[in-house]
């Protein structure tokens, strides 16, 4: 190999303020980076797949969810990550994009607000004790969903 570029990484290891299960679709990305921040999530673990909590809430197949847990599972096994972050986003592609709600915002806002009450109630259930926090994010900013004291069984 040879060294094409130098940069001094902070050789400490942290302790991760929240795993953040989000969709990579750039447009959202400053936008709730900044939210983040603005929360005080310094050393976020992102976890950053197509869809985002949509692979806890309403995943493909069951491996596609079971790699998000163990993502999740592996972040506060290093990091001691004690709260997750949920978001889904608008216009999403993998939910068919805005189109899929015939373009009705307010259609949309709904179905991915029960998205993100899915996701939390999963992760509670498998994750006991996790403390869970579920963002929409749209193109005007930052919604979040009131998830209510953790039922534990
Ligand atoms: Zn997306």
Redesign the pocket.
């Known amino acids: 190999m040879k060294k094409v570029f130098h940069f001094d990484a902070p050789r400490e290891r942290y302790t991760c303020d929240a795993a953040v299960v989000w ?3 750039h447009r959202f990305n400053n936008g709730f980076t900044e939210f983040l921040q603005k929360k005080g999530v310094e050393f976020p673990d992102p976890i950053k797949i ?3 909590a949509k692979s806890l809430a309403s995943p493909e197949n069951e491996a596609e969810r079971e790699f998000v847990l163990e993502q999740i599972r592996k972040s506060i096994r290093l990091h001691q990550t004690k709260r997750v972050i949920l978001k ?2 608008s216009d ?4 068919g994009g805005l189109e899929a709600f015939g373009n009705d915002c307010a259609l949309e806002a709904k179905h991915h607000e029960q998205e993100l009450r899915r996701a939390a109630d999963f992760l509670r259930k498998t994750i006991p004790g996790i403390d869970v926090h579920a963002y929409y994010v749209d193109f005007s900013g930052v919604w979040e969903v009131e998830l209510g004291p953790s039922v534990s069984s």
């Open positions: 969709c990579f679709d197509a869809g985002g889904v986003h999403c592609g993998a939910y």
